[in-house]
């Protein structure tokens, strides 16, 4: 059983950066792909970016290309969404999740764990 705790969220103004961490726990974290996720009030939650277990192959949404970056590290457990140029539309509960199942997704069927959620409010 993986535990994910994500961190960072918070309220910042257009054009800032954030760095979000999703630490895990409970599992060998190495062998999960990793994937962030969104979910803005009254839409449904989205995909975001994902990274494969070895960390070097990422997908990401077109709306965040070029603006946010996965990363992990593995020797610490934890998985990073560095997010720049924010815009008031990337407000939302952002999650991280973990993947037993697949080597890579961006689909949210493939996930099996998933943390609580972190806030990142952007101002205009």
């Known amino acids: 059983q993986v535990q994910l705790v994500e961190s960072g969220g918070g309220l910042v103004q257009a054009g800032d950066s954030l760095r979000l961490s999703c630490a895990a726990s409970?599992?060998?974290?190495?062998?999960?792909?990793m994937g962030w996720f969104r979910q803005a009030p009254g839409k449904e939650r989205e995909f975001v970016a994902t990274?494969?277990?070895?960390?070097?192959?990422?997908y990401y949404v077109d709306s965040v290309k070029g603006r946010f970056t996965i990363s992990r590290d593995n020797a610490k457990n934890t998985v990073y969404l560095h997010m720049s140029s924010l815009k008031s539309e990337d407000t939302a509960v952002y999650y991280c999740?973990?993947?037993?199942?697949?080597?890579?997704?961006?689909?949210?069927?493939?996930?099996?764990?998933w943390g609580q959620g972190t806030q990142v409010t952007v101002s205009s």
């Open positions: 409970g599992g060998t974290f190495s062998s999960v792909a």
């Open positions: 999740a973990a993947s037993r199942r697949a080597t890579i997704a961006m689909q949210f069927f493939w996930y099996d764990y």
């Open positions: 990274i494969n277990w070895h960390g070097d192959r990422t």
